[in-house]
């Protein structure tokens, strides 16, 4: 079934929105790299269920049932994400201050938001802060996995153009300009509760990242280190549903 669209900067966006208390700050779920509304799993659906608040996840230019970007991404991607569309999405749906709720990538948007932004916390899930040399091995071995084997075809099932939504992401960060991203100094501006999830066997990056958002940010940090890979809230889920219940209930 087809999602909405909403207008954001450069395209529409597909997005999911699940009702809940309006006395509640609302969820806004970003996605991963690979990743689209569909590809989170419900996970929003969950904590929407188990929380009761409102949950919105969207899936940005280029993934999922989303338009197609103009053109390639820069290494400031993360960025432009943080100060244009995010804003864009929230103004149009309505979502005064919310709970951002960030995987990955979207992890790495979550905190660049949450620190020009007013936001009423902060999840984040195996997010980047640096580029990390374990983490572009194990995007050179999606690579492999793309061009050799079924993972094309997997994500056809879930993108309108997979090769668009690869090779973005993927061309993105193997980018030799990208080597010197760095978000180190933009984490002093969050001042908002934070949760910061992180798995030991992530292929993609280590436990420094979550580390660093604790010794950097302003607010109170808390972290989950888990022993799963790159997707806790799929690896385990039962785990990671509570840990995010019981941050969101302590919220003020």
């Known amino acids: 079934m087809e999602l909405p669209l909403v207008d ?38 969950r904590l929407a269920a188990a929380t009761g608040r409102r949950a919105v996840a969207f899936s940005r230019l280029g993934h999922g049932g989303s338009d197609l970007p103009a053109g390639k991404r820069t290494p400031r991607y993360m960025h432009d994400e ?6 864009a999405v929230r103004a149009a749906l309505g979502l005064d201050r919310v709970v951002l709720v960030g995987h990955s990538d979207g992890g790495s948007i979550g905190l ?6 007013d936001v009423a916390g902060l999840v984040v899930l195996a997010p980047h802060v640096f580029v990390e040399e374990c983490g572009l091995r194990g995007i050179e071995q999606a ?23 690869f090779w973005n992401w993927n061309d993105g960060w193997l980018d030799d300009a990208f080597r010197d991203w760095d978000i180190h100094p933009e984490l002093t501006a969050i001042t908002c509760p934070v949760l910061g999830v992180q798995g030991t066997a992530d292929p993609y ?15 109170p940090v808390t972290l989950a280190v888990l022993d799963c ?24």
Not at 13 to 40: I, K, M, T
Not at 234 to 243: F, I, K, P, Q, Y
């Open 205 to 219: 990056g280590t436990v420094v990242h979550v580390e660093a958002v604790r010794e950097r940010a302003a607010g």
């Open 143 to 165: 690579r492999r996995d793309y061009v050799e084997g079924d993972l094309r075809a997997r994500m056809a099932r879930h993108h309108r153009d997979p090769d668009v939504t």
């Open 8 to 45: 954001a900067p450069g395209g529409r966006v597909e997005y999911d929105d699940v009702p809940g208390d309006p006395a509640l700050a609302p969820l806004l779920f970003l996605h991963e790299g690979l990743g689209s509304v569909r590809l989170w799993r419900n996970f929003h659906h």
């Open 82 to 87: 943080a100060s244009e569309v995010v804003p």
């Open 112 to 117: 660049l938001h949450a620190g020009r932004a």
């Open 229 to 252: 890979g790159h997707s806790p809230h799929l690896e385990r889920r039962a785990e990671v549903d509570r840990t995010v219940t019981e941050f969101l209930a302590g919220l003020p």
